[in-house]
């Protein structure tokens, strides 16, 4: 059974850094992608970044590029989103989430989902 565990969500103000974990089990870690999305409070669930295992490629919703970087350690399993000069915009449940092959920045793609982890940037 594929599971995601997200952490490193937490209360953060303007212009500082947090940076989330997504520790995933079940799977090859080589034959997936991992993507982090994030859903604002009476928003829909937007997709932030992703990379595919397999050969690192990455991609970056508009929003975030230059201040978010994913990056993956194969050994561990683990994938992480270094997020820096966080904005009060930001402020979502952040998800992690795993789909087969190559990376995608919609939600719709992905079959398998972490439980989220909150991020709140005060102003």
């Known amino acids: 059974e594929v599971q995601l565990v997200e952490s490193g969500g937490a209360p953060v103000q303007a212009g500082g850094s947090l940076r989330l974990s997504c520790a995933v089990s079940?799977?090859?870690?080589?034959?997936?992608?991992v993507g982090w999305f994030r859903q604002a409070s009476g928003k829909e669930r937007e997709g932030v970044s992703c990379?595919?295992?397999?050969?690192?490629?990455?991609w970056y919703a508009d929003s975030v590029k230059g201040r978010f970087t994913i990056s993956s350690e194969n050994a561990k399993n683990m994938v992480y989103l270094q997020m820096n000069s966080l904005k009060p915009e930001d402020t979502a449940v952040y998800y992690c989430?795993?789909?087969?092959?190559?990376?995608?920045?919609?939600?719709?793609?992905?079959?398998?989902w972490g439980q989220g982890t909150q991020v709140t940037v005060a102003s």
């Open positions: 989430a795993a789909k087969y092959y190559r990376g995608s920045l919609s939600a719709d793609d992905y079959d398998y």
């Open positions: 990379i595919t295992n397999r050969d690192g490629s990455t």
């Open positions: 079940g799977v090859t870690f080589d034959d997936i992608a």
